[in-house]
């Protein structure tokens, strides 16, 4: 992790004196710095998400619970960083509506969750 800290310490450095010379090159190289913390990141990800499978098969949570989980975490983490992006670019109302999709995406995705927790709540009231 310290690795991901650094590049994002010097890519900043190397954004703001870009910016001052050729801004259009600066937002190119903040992309290109993105995608390789994307990358860097995923990386590291995948090893815990491998755990927590496990740790939810060792304790009987449906994996699909969980698949549910990680995909609204995993939305949750680029809407926030597609937001931020447009509003480093002055767009605030795009900022926004991505934040809105991001959010009501989420919902979505929790529907099945939210339907399971009734039912089982169901199940034990009238147990």
């Known amino acids: 992790m310290l ?4 590049i994002a310490f010097v890519a900043l450095a190397a954004i703001v004196l870009l910016k001052q010379i050729k801004p ?10 993105l995608l390789l913390l994307g990358f860097l990141v995923f990386s590291e990800v995948s090893d ?13 949570i449906d994996s699909e619970m969980l698949k549910i989980l990680l995909k609204a975490l995993g939305l949750c983490l680029v809407a926030q960083i597609a937001s931020d992006v447009c509003k480093d670019c002055g767009e605030s ?9 991001g959010k009501l ?14 039912e089982i709540s169901l199940g034990w009231i009238n147990a």
């Not at 995406?105 to 009734?118: G, N, R």
Request: avoid cysteine.
């Open 3 to 6: 690795k991901i800290f650094l």
């Open 48 to 60: 815990a998400v491998s755990e927590i499978f496990s740790f939810g098969e060792r304790v009987s």
């Open 24 to 33: 259009e090159f600066a937002l190119l190289l903040k992309f290109a710095v």
């Open 105 to 118: 995406s989420i919902v979505l995705m929790a529907l099945p969750v939210a339907a399971q927790l009734i």
């Open 93 to 101: 109302a795009l900022s926004t509506s991505v934040e809105l999709v």
